[in-house]
C-alpha cells in the first residue's frame, strides 16, 4: 500500500515550538508559576498521549498537581470505549463548574477520544460554557498553539474536525520516574470492529517510521528504562501503510538487537493478523518478554462474525497453541465482551468454555456497551442487564479459578523478576513483574527497586504471587 503523506512537516512542530515559548513568556511576565492537573483516562495510548501533553506543558513552563482545586489549567484527557468511562467525565465536568468559581481564570480543557466525537464536542459547547479548549487525538501536536488561542482570544477554542490521522515525531514527553516506557510505534484503527468506537475517534491507521521507534527504544533503554511497551490498536498490522516491506516481527527483531537489560512487550494483538513468524521471533529474542495479550472478544463463531472480527474459534485455538508450542511458558491475557447484541446464553458460555480451554493468565472482561455511530449500537439487543450480568459473573468465576490455579502452580519455585515499585502492604513492600507480568509482592530492600533478581515464590493468590529474593 502506498504511504499518504502524513507526516507534520517539521516547520509546523517547530511553530508549536514557538507557542510554547510565547505561553512560558506571558507567565514570566506576570512572574507566575502555572501548574497543571492531567487526569488521563483510558488505555495505554492515552496514557501515552498525556505523556506528551505533559511534555508539551513542561516547555510552556506548567510544573504539575493532581488536585483541580491547585490548577490553573486543568485537562481531562478522556476515552470513549463504554458508556460508563464517558459517565465518568462528564461528572467531573461538572465539579470542575465549581473550581472555576473559585478561581475565574482558570482553564478548562476536554482532549482525548471523547473529544472527537461529535456528539460529544455539541454537548460541551451547549451545556459546558466553563470548558474552553476541546480537541481530539488528532490535533494532539498543536496542542500549544490551540492553548495560546485560549489565553490570546479569551475565547472558547474547539479543534475536533477529522483529519483522518497524521504523525508528528519528537513531541516532548514527561515520563513517568521508574523502570516503565510506553512508546507508541501506531496510530489509529482500520478494523471496525462493530462494537467499537476507537476507529472513529483516533482515525486510519499509520505506522511511524521504524528508525523513529528504534532509535527511541535505544534512548529509553540508555536513560535506564527496563520495562518497555510498544503501543497500537493491533501492533500486527504495523508496517501495512509503509512504502517498505518490513512489519511487525522485523520491528520487534530489530529492537531486540540493541543491547542493554531490558524486556520489550507489546499491545494490542489482533488475531486475524497474528502470524507464526510473530511467534517465532518471540521465541528467538531474548528481550521480547513471553508474554502476549491477544483478545479474542468471543468464543463463539457467529458473534465473531456479527463483532467483525474475522477469525473463528479454532483460528484462534490454533494460533494460541502454535504460540504455546514455541513458547512454553507463555503467560497469555486476553480481552472478551459479553453480552454483545444478540448473543444469546449459549453463545456466552462458548465464551466462558474457550476460556477453560485455553487457561488465561488472566483476562480484562467488559459487558457490551452500545456506543452511537458504531454498527452494533443499531443491532436488536433483546437480552436483559440481569442476564448479561449472570453470564459475566459464571466467566469471571471461571476466569477467577484459572487465575488462582495457574499462581498457585508458581509456589516454592524461583522466578526473575524486575522491582518495580513500592507498595502499601508492610509484609511486602516492593512490587514486581515477572517477564510474563505477572505481579510479585516481594520481601526486600527498597535499593532493588530498579533491578532484574531471582525470587521465591512463597504464596499466591487470583490476582498476584507473593515472594523473597533468593
Ligand atoms: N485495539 C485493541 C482494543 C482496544 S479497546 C484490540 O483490538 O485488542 C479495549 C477493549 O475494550 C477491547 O478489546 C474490547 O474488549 C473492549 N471494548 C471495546 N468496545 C467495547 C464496547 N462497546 N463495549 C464493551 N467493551 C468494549
Ligand atoms: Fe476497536 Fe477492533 Fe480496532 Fe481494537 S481492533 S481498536 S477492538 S476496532
Ligand atoms: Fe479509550 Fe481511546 Fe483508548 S476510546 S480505550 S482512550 S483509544
Known amino acids: 500500500m502506498e504511504r499518504k503523506n502524513v507526516l507534520i512537516p517539521q516547520a509546523d512542530l517547530d511553530r508549536q515550538r514557538e507557542f510554547e515559548e510565547k505561553i512560558r513568556a506571558m507567565f514570566a511576565s506576570r512572574e507566575a508559576h502555572p501548574v497543571a492537573c492531567v487526569d488521563t483516562f483510558g488505555c495505554q495510548q492515552n496514557v501515552a498521549d498525556g505523556q506528551k501533553l505533559m511534555g508539551m506543558l513542561a516547555d510552556c513552563g506548567f510544573t504539575f498537581t493532581q488536585d483541580p482545586k491547585e490548577a490553573d489549567l486543568v485537562i481531562l484527557n478522556t476515552c470513549a470505549i463504554r458508556e460508563h468511562a464517558e459517565d465518568r467525565v462528564f461528572g467531573n465536568l461538572g465539579a470542575l463548574t465549581h473550581t472555576k468559581k473559585e478561581n ?65 515525531e519528537g513531541i516532548p514527553v514527561v515520563r513517568e520516574k521508574g523502570v516503565k516506557a510506553w512508546v507508541s510505534i501506531m496510530y489509529g484503527c482500520n478494523n471496525f470492529c462493530s462494537y467499537c468506537i476507537v476507529p472513529y475517534v483516533r482515525g486510519r491507521e499509520r505506522s511511524r517510521d521504524p528508525q523513529c521507534v528504534l532509535e527511541e527504544v535505544r534512548q529509553l533503554v540508555e536513560a ?204 511486602f513492600p516492593l512490587t514486581s513483574r515477572t517477564e510474563g507480568n505477572r505481579l510479585v509482592r516481594l520481601k526486600g530492600d527498597k535499593a532493588l527497586i530498579g533491578q532484574f533478581i531471582d525470587v521465591t515464590v512463597t504464596g499466591s493468590n487470583t490476582w498476584a504471587l507473593y515472594g523473597e529474593a533468593v
Open 104 to 168: 475565574p481564570e482558570q482553564v478548562i480543557a476536554l482532549c482525548g477520544c471523547m473529544a472527537q466525537e461529535p456528539r460529544v464536542s455539541e454537548r460541551i459547547r451547549k451545556s459546558y460554557p466553563h470548558v474552553d479548549l476541546v480537541f481530539g487525538p488528532q490535533a494532539l501536536w498543536k496542542f500549544p498553539e490551540l492553548l495560546w488561542q485560549v489565553y490570546e482570544t479569551h475565547k472558547r477554542v474547539f479543534s475536533v474536525q477529522d483529519e483522518h490521522g497524521t504523525i508528528a
Open 224 to 427: 535506564g528504562y527496563k520495562d518497555i511497551t510498544l503501543l497500537g490498536q493491533n501492533v500486527n498490522s504495523y508496517g501495512n501503510d509503509l512504502d517498505l516491506d518490513y512489519h511487525f516481527p522485523d520491528l520487534l527483531a530489530d529492537i531486540d538487537k540493541i543491547p542493554g537489560e531490558y524486556l520489550i512487550r507489546f499491545m494490542s494483538s489482533h488475531p486475524k493478523d497474528a502470524t507464526k513468524r510473530l511467534f517465532d521471533v518471540m521465541a528467538a529474542s531474548p528481550h521480547v518478554a513471553k508474554q502476549l495479550h491477544l483478545p479474542f472478544q468471543s468464543g463463539n463463531d457467529r458473534v465473531l462474525k456479527e463483532m467483525n472480527r474475522r477469525y473463528t474459534r479454532q483460528q484462534y485455538l490454533d494460533l494460541v497453541n502454535y504460540a504455546k508450542s514455541v513458547m512454553p511458558g507463555l503467560v497469555l491475557t486476553s480481552d472478551v465482551i459479553i453480552g454483545f447484541p444478540g448473543e444469546t446464553e449459549a453463545e456466552a458460555m462458548d465464551t466462558v468454555s474457550l476460556v477453560e480451554e485455553v487457561g488465561f493468565d488472566a483476562l480484562f472482561t467488559f459487558i457490551y456497551s452500545p456506543r452511537p455511530g458504531t454498527k452494533a449500537a443499531e443491532m436488536p439487543d433483546p437480552a436483559t442487564r440481569a442476564e448479561k450480568q449472570t453470564w459475566f459473573d459464571k466467566l469471571l468465576e471461571v476466569q477467577n479459578h484459572m487465575s488462582a490455579k495457574l499462581h498457585a502452580a508458581y509456589v516454592g519455585k524461583t522466578v526473575r523478576v524486575l522491582v518495580d515499585g513500592e507498595s502499601d502492604d508492610p509484609e
